[in-house]
């Protein structure tokens, strides 16, 4: 009924609808619409400063559970050596080795020391080694014969110089992030900027360096990227429904569960994790994704309906299919708990409760957002939108026509995409999360290739206190031997920087004694016997250098190679630092995705099934959403994409969203047959009235995932572009497999 019917005839049927049609849950929403928008409205303005006060963790503890040995042993190292976060500092320079050259390297040192939050004392160059203050003239002097100055580089090669002697590092230690006199981005800014404005410019590279521009690049990507997604499906929609109302209120629904969402999140005592920038985005795109289905429902019924009936019939009729969308959106994060990474488990459990938050904001603001005035009340179509109706028809036609061609290709098609599971492998560069033009990976290139690894990692174990003799010969095969480590024909580490390296250093005619000479290495490098020695503990260290730019598998084989390797000498030996920590952040990725997605696949099961009654019905809705999933995640293992923390995401949350379109798919379809239609009947009506939404509300989030792409974080290029393409297969599937699978029981044991 349109709205220009006369008073009395809008208000009688108005009272009608209030009093007849609109009972239950939806009659009480739109009753007292205008009561439950405006208190929803007061709610977000008050959780506002609330949400505001949501922190990003940035603390690599956050990256890995409380009781992982790995961050155990790491904590351990911190407090017995007192920190170990260095920065690399690195640049070409000629004549190296002339005292002019030694000068400007003391100079600028001094300024890198002056940087806050950088420990002085810990500063090494190589200028202070081989023009050591602590040494006195004698010492200075001896340093200066050929063949002791030769020796002395080559203690240093491979940390503050190489081998052709024309680059050079200035190595930095940072002030525990417990103690230090600032927060740490302070002085990375500060070493970065001293970095830029040296001639020539140099390199800034260190495992702390990576973590604190993984935090950056996701703490800016997801304020960016969300409002990204909601300009893009904003766009989307208008130019779709060309209405300023019901542009807008997408967009407050999602406005309103973000606020809620964060607000929460602050309540429960919650931090975002280094994958919760997706949550402005991925809350974004459901919340839009949702309103889009009522949006399409409230169109059809408008040319016959009042305004008020009209709404009444689209929340009867979609609520509960909306409700179990976001319960099964809900499920699919939520199987991401089951995995062993911390910030992936954070990210389910944040995005669930966004999931929750939508629905409620969908409850509370679309009656009232309605109804509410009379400006531009009715979304509008557009004239190409029949042409894709008739395609969707010659789509479902199709499938009638030739339903054993379209199986056996259906078929075929997943064993192809099952037997490439076999071939997926575990992305451990680190490094790799960054693109290739990033300043941190640029570094990380120069030094790899001037100076040896940029990777640092330590193999710590205990002592006898009183067996110094036998500690130090087997201290010095060990070195000799992880020095000539090789696998897969590649050295495992690039420097090894052993106790007894600075023993063999002083030469006997300088010190007779190892007090001797420790005392006389104190002078020149007073962090160097602390560095990897604590005497009250007994405990002994061996610092490694290592490539970070090396292929996943072999990495964690060096790593592995050299602890067995230790452990023949030190039977409590295990290696740890930062490098080790990043090279296993998402060692159990792959087992991971198998777990959450078959937790997912077994929880969505179950909710569909209770949905419709039916384990048939909840049986044919997870084939045509896991057909893409698999086909998806086979194609990586077939073209040898690695799997990184973005791609493990992918299978669970492909999955709760794609179900969404099945849900309401097979609830018109339900509703056709029980209203009497015959099965091709409901079948055909369905793709007509529910296929053009699901063409929307998906074009709406492939958009919105899109967007993804932009970020500097790869693996949130990997998770935009790959759910971009399962969520492109879901609507196929659900558009060609799904009536498929109803035509093969004929709809008759489906009721």
């Known amino acids: 009924m349109p709205d220009h019917l006369s008073q009395t005839d809008s208000d009688a049927k108005s009272q009608e609808v209030t009093e007849g049609d609109c009972c239950g849950w939806v009659g009480r929403l739109l009753r007292y619409r205008t009561g439950i928008f405006l208190l929803a409205l007061l709610v977000t303005i008050v959780a506002v400063p609330i949400a505001n006060r949501l922190t990003l963790d940035e603390s690599v503890e956050s990256l890995f559970a409380p009781t992982n040995p790995l961050i155990l042993d790491y904590l351990e190292s911190q407090k017995l050596y007192g920190g170990d976060e260095f920065i690399l500092v690195a640049w070409k320079q000629e004549n190296l080795l002339e005292n002019e050259t030694l000068d400007q390297i003391d100079a600028f040192a001094e300024q890198l020391n002056q940087v806050p939050g950088i420990r002085p004392e810990s500063t090494q160059t190589l200028s202070s080694l081989l023009r050591p203050k602590g040494m006195g003239w004698a010492g200075r002097m001896y340093l200066k014969i050929r063949t002791v100055r030769e020796k002395a580089l080559q203690f240093a090669e491979g940390m503050l110089v190489n081998e052709k002697r024309d680059t050079t590092a200035i190595v930095l230690r940072m002030e525990p992030k417990e103690t230090a006199s600032v927060p740490h981005a302070e002085t990375f800014a500060g070493v970065r900027k001293l970095a830029n404005s040296h001639s020539p410019p140099a390199y800034v590279v260190g495992e702390a360096v990576q973590v604190h521009d993984m935090f950056r690049i996701v703490e800016r990507d997801g304020a960016v990227l969300g409002l990204a997604s909601s300009a893009v499906l904003l766009l989307v929609i208008f130019i779709l429904f060309r209405s300023l109302r019901w542009m807008i209120l997408p967009l407050l629904v999602v406005h309103v569960a973000l606020i809620w969402t964060r607000a929460f999140l602050v309540l429960s005592g919650l931090q975002l994790s280094m994958v919760s920038s997706m949550l402005n985005s991925l809350v974004t795109i459901i919340g839009i994704a949702t309103v889009m289905h009522i949006t399409v429902h409230f169109r059809e019924l408008r040319p016959k309906e009042e305004r008020k009936l009209a709404l009444c019939q689209t929340l009867r009729e979609l609520l509960s299919p909306i409700a179990w969308t976001c319960g099964t959106t809900v499920v699919g994060f939520a199987a991401l708990l089951s995995s062993r990474i911390v910030p992936v488990q954070s990210f389910g459990l944040m995005m669930s409760i966004g999931t929750i938050m939508v629905f409620l904001a969908v409850l509370a603001i679309i009656p009232g957002g309605v109804l509410l005035g009379r400006f531009d009340i009715d979304p509008r179509e557009s004239h190409w939108e029949k042409s894709i109706t008739r395609g969707l028809q010659h789509l479902v036609n199709l499938v009638f026509r030739f339903p054993g061609l379209v199986g056996f290709v259906a078929v075929l098609l997943g064993i192809v995409g099952l037997s490439g599971l076999a071939f997926l492998r575990v992305e451990t560069d680190f490094s790799r999360n960054f693109r290739e033009e990033s300043p941190i990976v640029r570094s990380l290139n120069f030094v790899e290739s001037h100076l040896g690894g940029a990777g640092t990692y330590e193999i710590d174990f205990s002592i006898q206190a009183e067996d110094t003799k036998q500690t130090d010969r087997r201290l010095r095969l060990l070195a000799e031997e992880l020095r000539n480590l090789r696998v897969e024909d590649q050295f495992a580490v690039t420097k090894v920087i052993a106790l007894t390296d ?195 509300a998906n074009l709406a989030l492939i958009c919105g995932f899109s967007v993804l792409a932009l970020s500097e974080f790869v693996p949130l290029v990997y998770f935009g572009v790959l759910v971009s393409i399962a969520m492109l297969g879901g609507l196929l599937g659900n558009l060609v497999l799904l009536p498929l699978l109803l035509t093969r029981w004929q709809g008759s044991e489906l009721q």
């Open 502 to 696: 600075g023993l063999d250093f002083i030469p006997d005619i300088a010190a007779r004694t190892d007090e001797a000479k420790l005392e006389l290495l104190s002078r020149m490098q007073p962090e160097f016997e602390p560095g990897l020695f604590n005497k009250e503990h007994h405990q002994m260290r061996i610092v490694l250098r290592a490539c970070e730019r090396q292929p996943a598998e072999l990495k964690l084989k060096m790593i592995d190679a050299v602890t067995a390797l230790a452990k023949k000498y030190f039977p409590d030996a295990h290696s740890t630092g930062l490098y080790v920590l990043l090279a296993n952040i998402i060692l159990s990725l792959l087992e991971d995705q198998l777990v959450s997605f078959a937790i997912a696949a077994v929880g969505i099961f179950l909710m569909m099934t209770l949905a419709f009654r039916n384990w048939k019905l909840g049986l044919i809705s997870l084939v045509p959403n896991l057909f893409p999933i698999i086909l998806l995640i086979g194609a990586l293992g077939w073209l040898g994409s690695l799997v990184n923390i973005g791609t493990a995401m992918i299978a669970s949350v492909s999955l709760g969203l794609t179900v969404d379109s099945s849900i309401h798919y097979l609830t018109s379809y339900q509703r056709g047959v029980l209203g009497g239609l015959g099965h091709y009947e409901a079948l055909r009506k369905t793709q007509n009235r529910v296929g053009l939404a699901l063409v929307f």
